[in-house]
């Protein structure tokens, strides 16, 4: 069994979607290259209604992550709904597969054109092509729009899945996850405190996934590491021979730890380490600077990731609105959004502030940053907003 397909969080896979009418002939398609039935097919149309999501590794590309979307022809007030969702989808779409099925093009071009401004690498594949009565037309129409050689496939016979593998591999992302998360902040041999408080919100019995790839990833690099919650933080600095190189500690508890950490110390937090791997860490460093500006009358948006039931001392329920409160005022208005839900009506806000985004991948955080430098709101991040409201963001290390 192979452990980086079963291991592989799924925000750290390539996502490649894919993009047609109803019956077009996507699900097929998958179950061709999965080599298993992980969608349903059938010759009703609309079968498909939520987006479909199979794990899966290539040869070339590695983990990744096939998502079987419904048509974007759907009708009626339910077909409305998969539509959205499937328009959701291409926020987190690193390669995207459309496919061509008949003359009357006119929505697949539409589709191609969104695709294309979200810098979402295309394949054009004509399915079907076993009994499409209409695949030399669709040939030159489909070159002679998108400027793209399409790729022939019919699923039922196993023909052009290899070549459509074969393209997939040829447009992965140079850049796909490639960078480190903790970058050159530490390197061989040299040593590393995490500091890891497990209070309320820790879930039990485990450490939360950011804490565990970036363990994996410090021994990955032959990384001395020595872990210690935040009360026995003077004994484990006492228990090293020397000052570790790095302190990797949770936001919440940023200025405890730079309060008592060694001047050679390099301190940094797990959500800023984040902050940087999968969106424009520059960009929350400037939007924090914007909480000095809020006053009473100013709204801020806090978007998180995950959807989960809120527990005492939420970070982004909780915390977070009581340290801006604290410094603002209590008049203050902060709205809290969870999972793919960003609002559509950014404009209205201040300040956002983005969750570390551990459960999506970059494409996604990416987006939503572009989502809001085009309605001109400044951005930030959890990490970066505790070390700036702490006072210490200009010595933390990103």
Known sequence: ?????????????????????????????????????????????GTTTDPVYKPMEISGIGPCMLIDTAGFDDIGELGEIRVQKTEGIVEKTDIAVLLFSEPDMEQELQWYEQLLSKKTPVITVISKIDDNAYVEELI?????????????????????IFLLMEALIKKVPDDFEMESITRDLIHEGETVLLVMPQDIQAPKGRLILPQVQVLRELLDKKCLVMSATTDKLDQALACMKKVPELIITDSQVFKTVYEKKPAESKLTSFSMLYAAYKGDIDYYKEGAKVIDALTENSKVLIAECCTHAPLKEDIGREKLPRMLRNKVGQGLTIDVVSGMDFGTNLEQYDLII???????NRKYVMSRIGQAKDK????SNYGVVLAYLSGILENVSI
Not at 140 to 160: D, M, Q, R
């Open 1 to 45: 069994m192979n452990s980086n397909l079963n291991n592989t969080p799924t925000a750290n896979r390539v996502h490649i979607a894919f993009y047609g009418k109803r019956n077009s002939g996507k699900s097929s398609i998958i179950n061709a290259i999965t080599g298993q039935s992980v969608s349903i097919v059938s010759e009703i149309a």
């Open 140 to 160: 030159e129409a489909v070159k002679k729009n998108t400027n793209t050689e399409p790729i022939l496939v019919s699923a039922k016979k196993g023909e052009g």
């Open 354 to 360: 983005q969750c570390g985004a551990c459960m999506f």
């Open 376 to 379: 001109q709101v400044p951005m």
